[in-house]
């Protein structure tokens, strides 16, 4: 495998106090399931996939599972994820549940 790098936030914003030990550790677990697609042989869009999943899957986080509501109280979200190797990109806008 060659060199590479996995970048992971958790968002940009000041983390309060009392989420910030459970933020860096779901950031480092988004990390190592990303690094772990990786070694296996799979594709960086497949790594990316791995780590938001696990974002996705934090309730610590304003993603997926953790989704701050709308107004009106509802879930509503946007995803892109992009292959910048073959300048190719895929995007949902406003799904809701």
């Known amino acids: 495998m060659e060199q590479c790098v996995i970048v992971v936030h958790g968002g940009a914003w000041a983390i309060p106090d009392n989420i910030k030990e459970r933020s ?3 950031v480092e677990i988004a990390a190592k399931a990303g690094w772990k697609v990786l070694q ?3 594709s960086a869009v497949d ?6 999943i696990s974002l996705e899957n934090n309730p610590v986080f304003d993603a997926g599972y ?3 509501l709308t107004d009106s109280g ?3 979200m946007d995803a892109l ?15 809701s549940t």
Request: proline share 0%.
């Open 66 to 68: 953790g989704s701050v």
């Open 47 to 52: 790594a990316v996939e791995a780590a938001v």
């Open 24 to 26: 860096h550790e779901g």
């Open 74 to 76: 509802e879930v509503e």
């Open 81 to 95: 994820i992009m292959d910048g190797g073959q300048m190719r990109s895929g995007a949902v806008g406003a799904v």
């Open 40 to 42: 296996a042989g799979g």
